[in-house]
């Protein structure tokens, strides 16, 4: 019996994690678990699966919780240092890292530092993080296993492990991008989309905020550095191909001409699976892959002109440094900003731009800097919108 700490409990990936868990409930059982302010799903999830240790975001959403459930045997917490602690919990074999954003950067390095399998679908972190995060992982022998269903794909179309041991027969990684809502709109269409119509997946039923980044191709350029990061790879090596039907969830390219690829219907309960189980696989219920009904997949160039994130994105990885935590911290404030109607579609990408140039880039050399560079990012993102200074 495996016990699972799923941090992020109420989201999108958080629920297919539970879908899995009670598929096979011999085989998982969900020890600890965490949400940020859904009180209602949060209890729903005591009752059906009555975890040891619960964590919510603050002391009212614990109490309110707390009196939901008060006939059942469950510690109820709040705070950061209790989602730490529950991703560090003695009783917990694996921690399913699936907070939205930043946030999941300290949980995540906890569960690490406390040697847990680590199941990583919170790609921000180590965005963010990267040498540092990958440093951790190496020195607490860690098995860190990608639930990014392209990261997933290429873990799964490599030999056997994540070590590099065979990285001299790899000559590409090709991530998949589905392309987003918008994949064929001009820059003048995409101008006054709204954020129901960005967050309208054609594919993936996803959060809002990865959802907005999918749209925006943030979440290919996250992606990318995650695949840097996780590979050992340059984004000179990983090429990002737009194959609109999200069927091939990424490929490896060899050096004798191969290309090894991952299919599937586009459900993350299939990566979810593959990591609580590696090396083993089980059922997911998940519907046969049906390639006649599919008929034809396509493959096209990703545009930068119209998708202007996706090379922010490799620049910030030349950048090298706090870069990318600079990155990712304007984006989710502008992702916020535009799901709170503040800007529009088309100025998360130059909020992000402006950012980005004008923000300091040091090396990292702690988790301080990390979290300097979030903040002081997130303040000029924050004051860039206000002030209108990304027109
Ligand atoms: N959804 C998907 O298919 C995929 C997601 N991912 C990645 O997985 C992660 C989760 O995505 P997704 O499930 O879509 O997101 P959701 O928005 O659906 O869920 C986010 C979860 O994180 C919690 N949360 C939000 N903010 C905080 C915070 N500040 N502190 C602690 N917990 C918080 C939420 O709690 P509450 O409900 O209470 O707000 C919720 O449980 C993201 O990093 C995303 O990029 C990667 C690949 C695919
Ligand atoms: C399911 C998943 O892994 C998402 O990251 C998904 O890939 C988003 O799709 P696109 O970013 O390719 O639109
Ligand atoms: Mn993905």
Not at 61 to 79: H, K, Y
Not at 283 to 298: P, R
Not at 302 to 311: A, E, G, V
Request: charge should be negative; charged fraction near 20%.
């Amino acid at each position: 019996m495996q016990k699972i700490c799923l941090l992020g409990a109420t989201g999108s990936i958080g629920q297919s994690t539970l879908d899995i868990i009670a598929q096979h409930p011999n085989k998982f059982s969900l020890e600890c678990a965490s949400a940020h302010s859904s009180v209602e799903k949060m209890a729903d999830i005591c009752r059906r699966f009555t975890p040891r240790r619960v964590v919510m975001g603050s002391e009212k959403t614990r109490d309110q919780l707390a009196v939901l459930c008060s006939d059942l045997a469950i510690s109820f917490e709040w705070g950061e240092a209790a989602l730490e602690s529950i991703a560090a919990d003695s009783n917990v074999d694996q921690v399913m890292a699936a907070i939205m954003g930043f946030a999941g950067l300290k949980p995540t390095l906890a569960g690490i530092r406390a040697q847990k399998r680590i199941l990583l679908a919170n790609k921000e972190s180590l965005v963010t993080a990267g040498k540092l995060f990958m440093d951790e992982v190496a020195k607490y022998n860690v098995t860190l296993l990608p639930i990014d269903s392209e990261h997933n794909a290429i873990f799964q179309s490599l030999p056997q492990n994540l070590d590099g041991a065979h990285t001299q027969d790899v000559r590409k990684l090709l991530l998949t991008a589905s392309g987003g809502p918008f994949r064929t709109w001009s820059v003048g269409d995409m101008q006054n989309v709204t954020p129901e119509q960005a967050c309208k997946h054609p594919n993936w039923s996803m959060g809002q905020k990865i959802s907005i980044d999918s749209a925006t191709l943030m979440n290919k350029g996250l992606e990318l550095i995650e695949a840097c990061w996780l590979f050992n790879m340059s984004p000179a090596d990983v090429s990002v191909v737009v194959h609109p039907e999200s069927i091939i969830h990424s490929m490896v390219a060899y050096c004798d001409g191969s290309v090894i690829s991952q299919m599937g219907n586009p459900d993350m309960k299939i990566p979810i699976a593959y990591g609580l189980t590696w090396p083993e696989r089980i059922s997911t219920q998940v519907a046969d892959l049906n390639l006649f009904e599919i008929a034809q997949l396509n493959f096209e160039q990703p545009d930068l002109q119209r998708f202007p994130n996706l090379r922010l994105a490799s620049d910030a990885w030349y950048m090298g440094g706090t870069a990318m935590a600079v990155l990712n911290a304007a984006n989710e404030v502008a992702v916020a900003a535009f799901l709170n109607k503040q800007i529009g579609f088309l100025d998360i990408a130059q909020v992000n731009e402006k950012v980005l140039t004008s923000a300091e880039v040091v090396a990292v050399d702690s988790l301080e800097t990390v979290f300097d560079a979030d903040l002081y990012s997130r303040n000029l993102a924050r004051d860039v919108i206000s002030h209108g200074h990304f027109l």
